[in-house]
């Protein structure tokens, strides 16, 4: 049998089958790997943009401030230009008129990118039982994690980047499920 001796390896000579599964198996586990890292960077330096329309922000600067040290999980880079945030932490009471605005904004931010509804006025109206308020920003686009409470802890918020984090990992995000089910209708 001639033997060709670009499928020589190491551990001798293979068949053509053979030597294409081997090639197979060692680029699947890059591609997985790579992106494995793809993601393991992605959940660990998130760039929020904050939302910040009322008393729950004033928690969510708390998260970020010292005692709490959002930095730790790498989310402490606060942007305010949409372009450069994937995460929006909605952090406050939503009008009807401040609406249009958010929407643009979530609009205007690169994908992937993910929401935090951050309190009981963001998630459902809250208290607000009115004409005037957004009840829950899910109304307007669309929402990956909500965080209870009125306001909710830092620990809480810190929990709800965690959170995202886990969505990451598993390549779960609302935009995109949003994105799917617009192209359905
Ligand atoms: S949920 Fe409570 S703390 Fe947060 S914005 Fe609404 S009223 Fe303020």
């Known amino acids: 049998m001639d033997i060709n001796p670009k499928l020589v390896t190491p551990l001798g000579p293979t068949s053509e089958e053979d030597f294409a599964l081997e090639r197979l198996v060692l680029t699947t586990q890059k591609d997985s790997f790579l992106d494995w890292v793809r993601k393991w960077a992605q959940k660990n330096s998130l760039c929020p ?34 372009g450069q945030s994937d995460l929006m932490i909605i952090a406050g009471t939503v009008t ?21 509804a951050m309190g ?6 809250g208290f607000y039982r009115s004409y005037h308020v957004v009840q829950g920003v899910s109304r307007e686009i669309p929402v990956d994690v909500y965080i209870p409470g009125c306001p909710p802890t830092p620990e809480a918020v810190i929990e709800g980047i965690m959170k995202i984090g886990e969505r990451i990992e598993k390549g779960v995000c609302a935009s995109e499920g949003h994105i799917a089910a617009a192209e359905l209708t």
């Open 120 to 125: 009981a006025c963001a998630a459902s109206g």
């Open 96 to 116: 009807e008129k401040m609406a249009p605005v958010l929407r643009k904004i979530y609009q205007q931010m690169a994908g992937p990118k993910w929401v935090i």
């Open 49 to 82: 943009l904050p939302f910040g329309t009322a008393c729950c922000a004033m928690e969510y600067m708390a998260a970020q401030g010292p005692r709490y040290d959002l930095g730790r999980f790498g989310s402490e880079v606060v942007r305010f230009n949409p």
